[in-house]
């Protein structure tokens, strides 16, 4: 996964607004609660904050939620284990949520490119 500048791209607003919309899509296409998605805050740590607390909430009732949940942000187990290696003080929920926060914007990023060159 290449490395992207977060805090540029979650201060730009129309990115930002389709950041949370995706989050809550791929939350939902997981099964997984995405009411806290409404109301995310744009700073890094706090969205990150936040992200956690999901996280750790869905892996203390469901491991197969997690699994759902990385398949359908499309986060492999290599990725998670190379950034673990790279980031040893952060805890397994940390580094998920770092990596769907980067994932995530990854993807809007990506469709706004292509949707402004085809249409």
């Known amino acids: 996964m290449e490395e992207i500048d977060v805090n540029t791209y979650l201060f730009k607003e ?3 607004d389709l950041f949370k919309e ?3 899509k791929d939350f ?3 099964g997984a609660n995405s009411d806290f998605t409404g ?3 744009r700073d890094l740590e706090a ?3 936040v992200l956690l607390h999901e996280l750790k909430i869905i892996s203390n009732n469901s491991s197969t939620l997690i699994a759902s949940l990385l398949y359908r942000i499309d986060i492999s187990e290599i990725q998670i284990r190379n950034y673990q290696l790279k980031n ?3 805890s397994f929920e940390e580094v998920l949520a770092e990596l769907i926060i980067k994932r995530i914007l990854q993807k809007v990023i990506l469709k706004k490119t292509y949707s402004t060159k085809n249409g």
């Open 14 to 16: 129309n990115l930002f």
């Open 22 to 24: 995706q989050l809550k």
């Open 28 to 30: 939902e296409g997981a």
């Open 39 to 41: 109301d995310l805050p």
């Open 47 to 49: 969205l990150k904050l």
């Open 88 to 90: 040893s003080s952060l």
